[in-house]
Nanobody
């Protein structure tokens, strides 16, 4: 069974770039027809899909965040990473990495990111 584990800085400063990483175990990140994504949940709000990555490297972005976000992968370490630039306090959220053959079959436990000076 696939497992995903997020890692992130916890606290980030406004205007800086956030990098959160997801380590995938239980299968290769390049396994055919597997999809991965980053989803976040701000306090008191619903889930927001940020960016996705396909088994072959194809990427997808939420149009509202596309100008600030970048998703990439490191196949040697079976990880994928989200970079989110120009942070504001509104980016404060729990960030989840998800994956599977239906995007959201498996979830990490989430990593809290607080944007504050």
């Amino acid at each position: 069974q696939m497992q995903l584990q997020e890692s992130g800085p916890g606290l980030a400063a406004p205007s800086q770039t956030l990098s959160v990483h997801c380590t995938v175990s239980g299968g290769a990140i390049t396994a055919n027809r597997y999809y991965y994504a980053w989803v976040r949940q701000p306090p008191g709000k619903g889930l927001q899909w940020i960016a996705g990555l396909r088994w072959d490297g194809q990427t997808y972005y939420n149009p509202s965040l596309k100008s600030r976000s970048s998703i990439s992968r490191d196949t040697s370490s079976n990880q994928f990473t989200l970079n989110l630039a120009s942070l504001t306090p509104e980016d404060t959220a729990v960030y989840y990495c998800v994956g599977g053959q239906s995007w959201h079959d498996y979830w990490g436990q989430g990593t809290q990111v607080t944007v504050s000076s």
